[in-house]
């Protein structure tokens, strides 16, 4: 297969276009669910969308539009059942993530017609990425690093140490609020576009490889969206070597990434 006969498809330019933009939003993302301990919450997110997409089919409505309804209530839910029920959200995911899942399968099943759009759910087509896609990501991205420089400082206190962030009259509740929309907002945009499984491994493995080698966590800010580019473009290669589905592809080369990383890492602390 001519890889640079394939780069001169326009389709295949604005995937690698999307995929860079991507990977760049969820290494930056990736690396403050690490610190926040988080991580669970993103993926909670991605695959509990299955239910906001399925209620928007068996209303007839736009399933994007069902996906950030959904999540945008899953996201406030959480800070009022802790304060209500004292669990940890931990255990409030563990409860609402398999409610959702488990509502989002029976609702598909009920619906024969709308089974397909349960694959693309799951594993997504950045080769099907239009302009559209591509200017939705470049918003979030921009608005991502608004965030960042209004609030950077305030999020790391907050993640690092909540107690001594409410001594400095920081509002915590409400930026606790404003990084989970965000977070949720993102999450679905690229589930829409690229699937649950690749926004998960996006929002996982850069980071984790990342934390392998870095020695502050400075650079693990650099590190992070840079790995994810690389595996982003190696990653939709490979699938277009093997004219294999786009998400699956991706996400076995970050895992090969990832268990090779772990494995120099591993050769060079002996």
């Known amino acids: 297969m001519n890889l640079i006969l394939w780069f001169s498809y326009p389709f295949v330019q604005k995937a690698f276009i999307a995929g860079v933009m991507l990977a760049v939003i969820a290494g930056i993302l990736g690396v403050l669910m690490q610190i926040r301990r988080s991580t669970f919450f993103g993926e909670a997110i991605a695959h509990s969308a299955l239910a ?30 802790q304060k209500t029920s004292k669990l940890s959200t931990d255990t ?9 899942m488990g509502l989002g399968v029976i609702v598909f099943s009920l619906l024969p017609a709308a089974q397909p759009q349960l694959m693309s759910y799951l594993f997504g087509n950045m080769l099907m990425i239009n302009i559209s896609d591509l200017w939705i990501l470049l918003v979030i991205l921009l608005l991502l690093l608004l965030l960042l420089t209004l609030y950077f400082k305030q999020w790391l206190l907050i993640s ?9 009259k ?7 609020l404003l990084y989970h929309i965000f977070l949720a907002l ?9 699937g649950v499984i690749l926004v998960t491994t996006l929002l996982v493995v850069p980071v984790s490889i990342a934390r392998l080698f870095a020695k502050s966590a400075k650079q693990v800010f650099i590190l992070s969206p840079i790995i ?9 290669m490979l699938s277009i070597l093997l004219n294999a589905p786009t998400g699956a592809s991706i996400a076995v080369f970050a895992g090969l990434a990832f268990f090779l990383t772990l494995l120099l890492s591993l050769l060079k602390n002996k």
Do not use: C
């Open 52 to 81: 906001g997409v399925a209620l928007a089919f068996l209303w007839g409505i736009n399933p994007l539009i069902g996906a950030l309804v959904y999540a945008g209530l899953f996201s406030m839910a959480i800070p009022v059942l």
């Open 228 to 236: 994810g580019i690389f595996i982003m473009v190696f990653g939709l």
């Open 170 to 176: 920081i509002k915590v509740g409400t930026h606790d």
């Open 160 to 168: 690092l140490d909540r107690e001594y962030a409410q001594l400095l």
């Open 92 to 100: 409030i995911l563990g409860i609402l993530f398999p409610f959702s």
């Open 186 to 194: 993102v999450v679905i945009i690229g589930v829409r576009l690229v």
